[in-house]
């Protein structure tokens, strides 16, 4: 299928992982994108780009570690749904993993606003587009 249509072939194709941590409560923790950034202040799922040569999963780690200042184990992230959403001039495709487990205090490194909310709560928080429909997938496991 070499073939694309509804016009997004020329947009360039990125890879982003995102986690939903889930605390012992059984909430999930969601990160504000800070000012300065593309969709600021909206509420998301905590994750990055996978950059060249990573794994999705080695990503979350990394990136966990960075913005959050905790440490996962690879054996601890569950894959659980994906997202495909077309921004205006990329097109985004973003795992969504499931974590449990973690070892150190989830802190907000990067300047970001953090949330524990309860799954009954995640729709009401304003989101990126792409991270909004994670939310059911989450609803129906939590």
């Known amino acids: 299928?070499?073939?694309?249509?509804?016009?997004?072939?020329?947009?360039?194709?990125?890879?982003?992982a995102a986690c939903a941590l889930v605390d012992v409560d059984g909430r999930v923790l969601l990160a504000?994108?800070?000012e300065g950034k593309s969709l600021a202040g909206l509420w998301?799922?905590?994750?990055?780009k996978v950059e060249p040569g990573?794994?999705?999963e080695d990503s979350?780690?990394?990136?966990?570690?960075?913005?959050?200042?905790?440490?996962?184990r690879k054996a601890c992230l569950a894959p659980l749904t994906f997202?495909?959403?077309?921004?205006?001039?990329?097109?985004?495709?973003?795992?969504?993993?499931?974590?449990r487990r973690w070892e150190g205090q989830v802190?907000?490194?990067?300047?970001?606003?953090?949330?524990?909310?309860?799954?009954?709560?995640?729709?009401?928080?304003?989101?990126?587009?792409?991270?909004?429909p994670l939310v059911a997938a989450l609803l129906g496991l939590l």
């Open 1 to 16: 299928m070499s073939e694309q249509t509804g016009g997004s072939a020329s947009k360039r194709l990125l890879l982003v």
């Open 32 to 34: 504000q994108r800070p």
């Open 44 to 48: 998301e799922f905590p994750g990055g």
């Open 54 to 56: 990573e794994v999705p």
């Open 60 to 72: 979350l780690i990394r990136e966990l570690h960075e913005e959050l200042g905790i440490t996962v």
């Open 83 to 99: 997202a495909s959403h077309e921004y205006e001039d990329f097109h985004l495709l973003m795992p969504l993993y499931i974590c």
């Open 107 to 132: 802190q907000g490194l990067e300047g970001q606003a953090l949330k524990w909310a309860k799954p009954s709560t995640l729709r009401d928080f304003a989101m990126p587009p792409a991270d909004e």
